[in-house]
């Protein structure tokens, strides 16, 4: 059968007679053979056989574990058309709603070099499953779930994370299996090493280790930390992370420095952060400099502004812009995030900054009943978006400029329209590749009142 498209996520798209099957790792043009089994669950339900004729674009996907692995998803496309790709998917989704089809949306800011890129990794360990090639049955093992299960693929390391968190799984994974560290079994509730999650300030070049662990006392954990720091010139601390509950969640609540400082610094532009084991950061650092440049371009901000940052995480956006107007204000419903937002904007010396912790609906409204008149608001809401009731409340504050951060192409379209059909209208959409080798794109937008 012929792959006619490529879906949201990347996969390509054929029709037989009549039914939409979608084929991971495929492309457009391409004639390829597959199994299809209607009676199994949906995920074992189609199976690539061969690529009869492959697609001019297809690329040999460098990562060994591609044809497994569910991180990415268009590792065999070359890389110019995955950009591609990513505009037009925000152009299609722009055509279903007519009020919208007169928006421009330009190309997408590509890295320039898509791969190492991420400044967060979250790795778990498990045990070597019997006959499980690259390894023996029993020892210590990272990797990455298998596409669509829980079933962990053993590597050796992952092409979008960073070289020093390769480096650091892998001496973790030797420590483990050379002194016999007990790997968590998530089905007996044993064991005591579960995750290590590696935080890397791309431009400061410090690092973080962090190990997920069941107790606060691992054997041998001397010698870890003799191994990471004469293997990671760059270590800045390390941390145990207790997670001893039956969860999916890789972090526990309670952190202890095991060696050097509790966090780690990135630089954006003239700014540091603190960046600690739970903060919320952009894994891509330098896609987020471009970001942030582009996005004080498009806001129009003016010295005398008031500068309204929604769902504004660590104050990353809203202290990029301190200097620029006369009083930046962040809301956030994470308190945690708030006090870091308040300690970055403390080490930052930005006076003119303040953070306020709440749902963003509610304290929006109480600080306008204060007498907040923002002439800017930023938003960056999580994947879902922003609520209807938000968009006209933040409408009715009546801003010179909206600006709209999202991660989401397909509830980016949907509030575009509610923001139009509330008088505020967008012209261009500026994407990002902050996630090179994935189907997800991140995208600017600036919107004006009628």
Known sequence: MKIEDL???????????????????TLPGEEVLIEYHRERPRKDRIRLLKILQPSPHRRE???????????????????????????????????????????????????????YYRNKTQMPFQLMPPLQPGGLQGEAMFGLFRSGTHEVIPIEQCLVESRDANRALQIIRDWANRFR??????????????????????????????????AREIPHLPDLLREL??????????????????????????????WGEPYIEERLGRRRY?????????????????????????????????????FCGVGTIALHLADKVRQVIGIESN?????????NAADNNAGNAEFFSGDARQKFRELREGGLQPAVIITDPPRKGIEETLIREICAAGPRTVVYLSCNPKT???????????????????????????????????????
């Open 7 to 25: 879906n949201e996520a990347g996969e390509g798209v054929a029709f037989y007679k009549k039914l939409k099957i979608n084929v991971e790792k």
């Open 61 to 115: 996907a460098p990562c060994p574990y591609f044809a497994e692995c569910g991180g990415c998803q268009l590792q065999h496309l070359e890389y110019s058309r995955q950009l591609f790709f990513k505009q037009q998917q925000i152009q299609r989704l722009l055509l279903a709603y007519p009020a919208l089809k007169h928006i421009i949306v330009q190309p997408v800011e590509g890295m320039p070099e898509p791969f």
């Open 181 to 214: 560290i007990s790997i968590y079994d998530e089905t007996r509730h044993e064991g005591i090493l579960r995750h290590a999650v590696i935080r890397k300030g791309i431009f400061t070049h410090q690092l973080m280790v962090v190990l997920v662990a069941t």
């Open 229 to 258: 720091k004469a293997g990671l010139p760059s270590l800045h601390g390390v941390q145990i992370n207790l997670n001893s509950e039956k969860t999916n969640l890789i972090l526990g609540e309670q952190n202890i420095t095991a």
């Open 274 to 310: 603190r960046v600690y084991p739970h903060t919320f950061f952009q894994v891509n650092s330098v896609q987020m400099v471009r970001l942030l440049d582009k996005l004080a371009q498009i806001a129009g901000l003016q010295p005398g502004d008031v500068l309204l940052d929604l």
């Open 335 to 343: 308190p945690g995030a708030v006090s870091a937002a308040l300690q």
């Open 412 to 450: 980016l379209v949907r509030d575009l329209e509610v923001f139009d059909q509330a008088g505020y209208r967008c012209k261009e959409i500026f994407p990002f590749d902050m996630f090179p080798q994935t189907y997800h794109v991140e995208s600017l937008a600036a919107l004006k009142i009628q």
